[in-house]
């Protein structure tokens, strides 16, 4: 009988020999953004396929509060939803003959770009991140459909995030609640600019996002003021809803502001997202 | 051990690490407790450094961190480099360690996961200037620590069955050979 050959090889070279293999890939990765493109080729048929099917598994044992709920809850919330819908439908009218107006105007002015008429594609999460410390998930469209590295994505009408890596048919995204992530920020109110920066531990806290670096010196800035993507950032596209001002701290420079925000998308509950099929010219 | 049986081995831990990571970028994220998610690939780990020893425990630890890295956005091969040591350390018990008994496997694995959690916080957040250690320790750290014991339990016991069986397959067919 045949014993491995491999007893005879002290485990302490094989650390070794992967320990300068890992460092070598971290300068690597670090230095040139090389990523084992190799290897990425197999994740995308071995394990991407595997996610969507296994997401739905997921979702229907999810752990839910709606299952829960008396059938009494359920009607007066259902009641309370009916009068909410009245109530939106109205606004919806009000909104409709608005829009009609401001598009007619719009044409004399010849404004036709709007920051809303970015080309996007839906796109579903299958796979959140790998770990409790960061924000990052996966969606089901890759480069065959057109993704590219920097695209933003939204949900419903708010920034959810940046695509930070391509495979074929899948793409990483990293959430602005991220607590790597920053972005130029600016207050729709006075047109200040700030730093949106993800942040593990407010989020854990209290579900919050900060921002620094707001100069605001006539003190325009309150609370329920909404931030939107500013449009000098490099990679964000301007003019897309990040969050309302919860709270506001002046610095102790006594020059620059800094508080939290409060996120529109709901991080929690991200099921489908728009990517916007368009990156940010910067002429560089 | 032939050729055959070692092919086979392969296969079947290639198997289990790649149902724990659509288990835990799939499942569970959908189970979430307390803000934490069970880290799935620890148990794994830790579990086959326990039985198989040092060099077995490295070489899946250092392969299913590379499968994260690709997921995860971080510098690419810092999962990796954790996970190979990790798979190592655990391997470093493997003398003290006896079939069913299921005491060590679990204090072990949480001490994976304590190490693996302190390990990403020095290096992801606290050379970022996020100093608050013994916040991310009560809210992150332990938290996940817990839940993973507790997820632990079953699928240690799945992967130590799948383990036996695989041996005595192995042992019944060299001995059918000699």
Known sequence: MKRRGKSSFPSKYILLLLTVICIMLLFAGYATGYAGEPIRTICNYVFVPMQKGLDYVGESISINSDDTKTKEQLIAENAQLQEQIDELSTQLTNTRLQQSELDTLRELYDLDQTYADYKTTGAHVIGKGTSNWFNTFTIDKGSKDGIKVDMNVIAGSGLVGIVTDVGKNYAVVRAIIDDTSNVSGMILSNNDNCIVSGNLKSMTESNMITFSNLEDSEDKVSTGDSVVTSNISDKYLPGLLIGYVTDITEDNNNLTKSGEITPVVDFKHLQDVLVIMQLKETGK | ?178
């Open chain 2, 1 to 178: 051990m032939e050729i055959k049986g070692i092919i086979k081995y392969i296969l079947v831990v290639l198997a289990i690490v790649i149902v724990g990571f659509l288990l835990q970028t799939t499942v569970f994220p959908h189970m979430e407790l307390g803000g934490v998610t069970p880290n799935i690939m620890v148990i794994i780990i830790t579990s086959y450094g326990l039985m198989r020893g040092r060099k077995q425990g490295m070489i899946i630890g250092f392969c299913s961190g590379l499968i994260l890295d690709f997921f995860s956005g971080t510098t690419f091969g810092l999962y990796a480099i954790l996970y190979l040591y990790l798979g190592f350390l655990c391997g470093l018990f493997k003398k003290i360690f006896f079939g069913d008994d299921i005491k060590l496997p679990l204090a072990l694995i949480g001490l994976s996961d304590l190490i693996y959690g302190i390990a990403v916080f020095v290096v992801l957040f606290l050379f970022r200037g996020r100093y608050d250690f013994l916040f991310y320790l009560t809210n992150l750290i332990l938290p996940e620590v817990t839940y993973t014991i507790l997820v632990a339990i079953p699928i240690y016991y799945v992967i130590l069955k799948i383990n036996q069986r695989l041996d005595k397959d192995n042992k019944r067919s060299s001995r059918k050979l000699v």
